[in-house]
């Protein structure tokens, strides 16, 4: 499968972008992304969880996002970064709720005094991953960026936070910011670039594969008992590609997002904008998606709840549309087997084969 056209035929001018996190799971792909448009990322990463291949031919820096003497050397080197997106943060449920004051130091302080850096510098142009985790999908199928929020564990209150010290950064600074709520990312890049690559991952289609590929003995679907059709949780699945194409849309349609936020009533410094597919998908129907894509059955059983974790819920992505021109394109079933293709190649990717 090839990488799929996701934008207009017209290219945008050049733009040099910092992107921490770089080396992640998304964080590489969104990389990937910009590059096919010509774009430069220049990457910061500390590697505590990225991987250091997916950031060969790239301009790479290792280091704390919160490393001022750092960011003033790269922003010295790359004089021409002008848009940071920022990925960098710890992001596992459990973890956070075991280790809440590691989460809020580095996801929250780190972010605290990175955007305050580049604002000091003039980029004021700031892209942030957030999540969906930050809404109340007590009850609800679906969520607009204008739903209440009620994030319920560590993790989701330094997103939550973050966004917040973000707007405030921003109106002060005469910064600009746009939060792009994740929904659950999956998949590789089509063109086997990168993928996920953690040994033991926490979230779902990691854990699914971790056991087709005889890792684990059987799936454990963590929570039966949630008010959806068949008691599993819901979630909105979206291919990493189509993720990271919404990105490379944020940073060449940045100026007229907020253009045409401001034309309809809405903020002109601060945008949350949700990057999902609109559909919902219970954990069976995901397993169910996974032996159609596959073609094998997985073995699986119901678990108990996991600490921090929630119903969820879908998107309502009109917003994405309306403003920055995007909408996901590839199916669940799709990044299925595009994260099936890479467990095949990844040992060799990550030797750097």
């Not at 010295?76 to 970064?81: E, F, K, S, T």
């Not at 590789?188 to 289609?205: C, E, I, K, N, T």
């Not at 954990?283 to 921090?308: N, T």
Request: proline share 7%; aromatic share 6%.
């Amino acid at each position: 499968m090839t990488a799929p056209s996701e934008l207009a035929s017209a290219v945008s001018p050049p733009r040099t972008v910092l992107v921490t996190g770089g080396a992640g799971y998304i964080g590489s792909t969104v990389c990937s992304a910009l590059e096919d448009r010509g774009h430069t990322p220049v990457i910061l990463d500390s590697l505590v969880q990225g991987r250091e291949e997916f950031t060969r031919g790239r301009p790479f820096y290792r280091g704390d996002i919160a490393d001022g003497p750092l960011l003033e050397r790269v922003l010295a080197q790359h004089p021409a970064i002008d848009t940071v997106i920022h990925l960098a943060a710890l992001i596992v449920v459990p973890e956070s709720v075991a280790q809440p004051g590691r989460y809020y130091a580095s996801n929250v302080t780190g972010a605290l005094a990175l955007f305050s850096r580049l604002i000091d510098h003039g980029v004021r142009r700031l892209i942030f991953s957030s999540s969906a985790s930050v809404y109340d999908s007590t009850g609800v199928l679906s969520v607009s960026e204008e739903s209440p929020l009620r994030p319920l564990s560590p993790y989701a209150r330094t997103k939550a936070m973050t966004e917040q010290i973000m707007e405030d950064l921003c109106r002060a600074g005469g910064a600009r910011g746009l939060a792009l709520r994740y929904f659950n990312p999956v998949g590789a890049d089509p063109a086997m670039r990168s993928g996920p690559y953690l040994d033991q991952p926490s979230h779902v289609l990691g854990r699914i594969l971790e056991v087709a590929a005889g890792r684990a003995p059987e799936f454990q679907i963590t929570g039966t008992d949630y008010p959806t059709r068949d008691g599993t949780g819901l979630r909105d699945y979206i291919h990493v590609w189509d993720l990271a194409q919404a990105h490379v849309r944020a940073v060449e349609g940045f100026d007229e997002a907020f253009d045409r936020a401001a034309a309809a009533g809405l903020d002109d410094s601060f945008l949350p904008v949700n990057l999902g597919t609109g559909q919902g998908v219970t954990v069976r129907e995901l397993v169910q998606a996974f032996e159609r894509a596959s073609g094998q059955a997985l073995p699986h059983r119901g678990a108990p709840r996991r600490p921090g974790d929630s119903a969820g819920a879908c998107a309502e992505t009109g917003r994405a549309h309306a403003l920055l021109d995007w909408s996901a394109r590839l199916s669940t079933e799709e990044a299925i087997r595009d994260a099936l293709r890479w467990n095949e190649v990844r040992p060799a990717r990550l030797r750097g084969g």
